[in-house]
């Protein structure tokens, strides 16, 4: 090709529209591109989480299906399986949030409720049940909302890690058989209208107090250090209360995932006392995990200091 030729090709390059296009936007396009991989980091553990559940599930479907068992989900027949799922889930623990227990020494060696504030995304507590299991072998029943036994394929993992409903019967039933029970009274609307300030989000709710004194048996205070750091709920408060308390279904997306340091408190038996009023009773919880917050937690949290003790040796009391 003659040189004149190749000389006007460079040319026409230098000046065709798309190479000129693409100079003048590429910032804008890696900046776009930085914004997206953000924003799928944020919502791409919550997702790794859900999905690590419906996995459990399937490994008890297929642990059913070749031991060929139909036996009573909480009985000891279960128990290799929920070592083995409590194992699992006690590892992410440690690897992604250096997780922490303490105060097991406050729990009683029979029945109690245990009382805990609700994260974003409850995940410190499935941390606690497995520590839990794998520490005293002992299964904690929880109290869950019903739109949990709403979702699809999770029976058998509901089952086995003793998730119910919690009627007052059903939890008078568990507590006789000298089991622990578990509730959050802010549940549902405090994960997701609670925020770094951790208020506590009960509304009216004092059934479990009623419980308590109905089977004379002790409140055990519960709270997670940074569990609204590790996992937050966006920001839009009105449009979405509107939406839940429509539904009752929590529409509102979970984000975060940073490997923030997860510390899980139980606090001091408030032993039953028959002279207390139920009222009484929820102020003297709410006292005490009030307690434990403002003990154990800066308010208002900050998903950068709390990413920063993840790699703080020092132990915490």
Avoid at 21 to 32: G, R, T
Wanted: glycine share 6%; charged share 20%.
């Amino acid at each position: 090709m003659p040189m004149a030729d190749l000389s006007s090709l460079a040319y026409m390059l230098e000046e065709w529209t798309v190479v000129e296009y693409l100079e003048k936007y590429l910032i804008y396009v890696v900046i776009a591109s930085i914004t997206m991989s953000a924003i799928l980091f944020f919502f791409i553990v919550p997702l790794t989480i859900i999905f690590f559940i419906y996995l459990t599930n399937i490994l008890l479907l297929m642990h059913q299906r070749n031991s060929e068992t139909e036996a009573d989900p909480l009985s000891d027949t279960w128990d290799s399986a929920r070592k083995t799922i409590a194992s699992f889930w006690d590892m992410y623990a440690r690897i992604w949030h250096g997780y922490e227990l303490h105060g097991v020494e406050n729990l009683p060696e029979g029945p109690g409720i245990l009382v805990y504030y609700h994260g974003a995304i409850p995940i410190d507590y499935l941390y606690f049940l497995s520590r839990l299991f794998l520490w005293k072998k002992r299964l904690c029943l929880s109290v869950a909302d019903h739109f949990v036994f709403r979702l699809p394929g999770l029976k058998l993992l509901l089952g086995v890690t003793g998730v119910m409903l919690g009627t007052r019967e059903e939890c008078l039933i568990a507590l006789k058989n000298g089991n622990l029970v578990s509730i959050s009274p802010g549940g549902v609307r405090e994960a997701l209208f609670s925020d770094e300030s951790y208020q506590l989000v009960w509304g009216n709710r004092k059934g479990f107090a009623r419980v308590a004194l109905d089977a004379k048996v002790p409140i055990i205070p519960m709270y997670t250090q940074n569990i609204r750091e590790g996992y937050r709920m966006i920001k839009e408060r009105r449009f979405f209360r509107w939406l839940y308390e429509s539904t009752r279904l929590p529409f509102t997306p979970p984000y975060g995932g940073l490997p923030v340091k997860f510390r899980t408190y139980i606090g001091e038996q408030i032993p039953y006392d028959p002279n207390i009023t139920t009222d009484e009773l929820v102020e003297k919880t709410k006292t005490a995990i009030q307690a434990l917050i403002s003990k154990h937690q800066t308010v208002p949290g900050s998903m950068w200091k709390a990413l920063l003790e993840r790699f703080d040796k020092r132990k915490s009391d």
